[in-house]
């Protein structure tokens, strides 16, 4: 463009004024990184809920058990490929602080069930052949400084042993598993039902909770009736629904994060918003003699329009997108919590959509004092010379 020259001069005439406004836009695109991050965090991964996975709970609440029985019940059901089951441990190691999802599971069922639980073939015949063997996430392992050939004891806070004794459990670690996506959880513990199931107090022969891999997710809705119909009127009864369901609910519990992030955000886009557009109605106003002096030049309106226009973009895609390289990178560092959270990452879905918002934020700010400028009558600009 012929004209970047005169609009770069422009855009930091000011320059004390245009660097602080830089800096805002900058630090709210960097929040808005952090802010996704953290919601796909608490979502723990909803977009990419398996569509075949049904999640079968004790009709009552999540924390009641079901009993193991109801496992080749649920297998006989058409339209049933696999029935697995898990737990909820709430141990932590070391430090009460040190807390992660430990599930006592069924190895080949698990596996079968969630593929995209990456295990090399050695580690899985490690874990099918070892009563007290555990497999560990990759980020948990990280964390920890743990590897394959280490003993993991986990200090519970329900599941004592018999006599009362509330000792560490000890886990003899036989693999780490990777994820397939980045939506994956690869923060959790997983060790076998069938030694937990054998060396706690009491409940045995229950089990948390109960994941179904349907053949057709498109018959998910008559699966999950047929099986909730299975145990009607029985002592437990079920409530089955998808696993996007499942764990939307789940996250919920802490909120509608969603919506906490959406009333944020547009309370920083709106003030962000007038910042850029008081930055640009003052340039504007400053300038209403050179802009005279332009259209006596020559300069038609659309011409005058289009550079103030232009001004308005290039301040906001300056700090809106060096904003969101930098979320970028900083989140790919990890979460703030040390690991706390299963899932911290920026999709480049979000990354697009700020990109979208860094254009429109420049637009917005910059329509007004353009169209102002537009207006200017060259007579009465140059009068004020």
Same mark, same amino acid.
């Given at each position: 463009?012929?004209?970047?020259?005169?609009?770069?001069?422009?855009?930091?005439?000011?320059?004390?004024?245009?660097?602080?406004?830089?800096?805002?836009?900058?630090? &709210?695109?960097?929040?808005?990184?952090? /802010?996704?991050?953290?919601?796909?965090?608490?979502?723990?991964?909803?977009?990419?809920?398996?569509?075949?996975?049904?999640?079968?709970?004790?009709?009552?609440?999540?924390?009641?058990?079901?009993?193991?029985?109801?496992?080749?019940?649920?297998?006989?059901?058409?339209?049933?490929?696999?029935?697995? @089951?898990?737990?909820?441990? #709430?141990?932590?190691?070391? *430090?009460?602080?040190?807390?992660?999802?430990?599930?006592?599971?069924?190895?080949? *069922?698990? /596996?079968?069930?969630?593929?995209?639980?990456?295990?090399?073939?050695?580690?899985? @015949?490690?874990?099918?052949?070892?009563?007290? %063997?555990?497999?560990?996430?990759?980020?948990?392992?990280? +964390?920890?400084?743990? +590897?394959?050939?280490?003993?993991?004891?986990?200090?519970?806070?329900?599941?004592?042993?018999?006599?009362? *004794?509330?000792?560490?459990?000890?886990?003899?670690?036989?693999?780490?598993?990777?994820?397939?996506?980045?939506?994956?959880?690869?923060?959790?513990?997983? =060790?076998?039902? $069938? =030694? =937990?199931?054998?060396?706690?107090?009491?409940? +045995?022969?229950?089990?948390?909770?109960?994941?179904?891999?349907?053949?057709?997710?498109? @018959?998910?809705?008559?699966?999950? &009736?047929?099986?909730?119909?299975?145990?009607?009127?029985?002592?437990? !009864?079920?409530?089955?629904?998808?696993?996007?369901? =499942?764990?939307?609910?789940?996250?919920?519990?802490?909120?509608?994060? %969603?919506?906490?992030?959406?009333?944020?955000?547009?309370?920083?886009?709106?003030?962000?918003?007038?910042?850029?557009?008081?930055?640009? &109605?003052?340039?504007?106003? !400053?300038?209403?003699?050179?802009?005279?002096?332009?259209?006596? /030049?020559?300069?038609?309106?659309?011409?005058?329009?289009?550079?103030?226009?232009?001004?308005?973009?290039?301040?906001?895609?300056?700090?809106?997108?060096?904003?969101?390289?930098? &979320?970028?990178?900083?989140?790919?560092? %990890? $979460?703030?919590?040390?690991?706390?959270?299963?899932?911290?990452?920026?999709?480049?879905?979000?990354?697009?959509?700020?990109?979208?918002?860094? /254009?429109?934020? #420049?637009?917005?700010?910059?329509?007004?004092?353009?169209?102002?400028?537009?207006?200017?009558?060259?007579?009465?600009?140059?009068?004020?010379?």
């Amino acid at each position: 463009m012929k004209y970047f020259n005169l609009i770069i001069a422009n855009l930091f005439r000011k320059k004390l004024r245009t660097i602080l406004t830089l800096l805002s836009i900058l630090i &709210a695109f960097v929040l808005y990184g952090y /802010l996704v991050a953290i919601r796909e965090a608490f979502g723990a991964g909803v977009s990419f809920a398996g569509a075949d996975r049904l999640f079968v709970r004790n009709k009552i609440s999540l924390i009641e058990s079901m009993p193991i029985s109801y496992k080749p019940r649920m297998e006989r059901i058409p339209g049933v490929q696999t029935v697995a @089951h898990a737990s909820w441990f #709430g141990g932590y190691y070391q *430090d009460p602080t040190n807390r992660f999802a430990q599930l006592p599971v069924d190895p080949q *069922d698990y /596996l079968s069930v969630y593929p995209e639980i990456l295990l090399s073939d050695k580690e899985k @015949h490690a874990w099918m052949n070892t009563r007290t %063997g555990a497999i560990l996430g990759k980020k948990a392992a990280t +964390k920890y400084k743990l +590897k394959v050939g280490d003993r993991i004891p986990i200090i519970p806070t329900i599941w004592e042993k018999p006599n009362h *004794d509330m000792s560490a459990w000890v886990f003899d670690i036989v693999g780490i598993f990777d994820g397939a996506t980045r939506a994956t959880d690869t923060s959790a513990l997983l =060790f076998r039902y $069938d =030694f =937990f199931d054998e060396t706690r107090a009491f409940r +045995k022969g229950q089990i948390g909770w109960y994941i179904v891999k349907v053949t057709n997710p498109d @018959h998910s809705e008559q699966i999950a &009736a047929a099986i909730d119909k299975e145990f009607a009127n029985s002592s437990t !009864e079920t409530k089955a629904e998808p696993e996007k369901a =499942f764990v939307q609910g789940f996250a919920k519990q802490v909120g509608d994060i %969603g919506k906490i992030m959406i009333a944020i955000l547009s309370a920083v886009f709106f003030t962000i918003l007038l910042v850029a557009g008081n930055t640009m &109605a003052q340039a504007v106003r !400053e300038r209403r003699e050179e802009l005279g002096v332009l259209k006596a /030049l020559g300069f038609t309106n659309v011409q005058i329009l289009m550079l103030v226009l232009i001004e308005s973009c290039l301040l906001a895609g300056i700090a809106g997108f060096l904003g969101l390289a930098l &979320a970028k990178l900083f989140v790919s560092f %990890g $979460d703030p919590t040390m690991g706390a959270l299963p899932l911290f990452y920026f999709p480049n879905i979000d990354v697009a959509l700020g990109a979208g918002m860094v /254009l429109t934020l #420049g637009f917005l700010a910059g329509i007004g004092p353009a169209i102002q400028a537009m207006r200017l009558n060259m007579a009465d600009a140059l009068r004020r010379m």
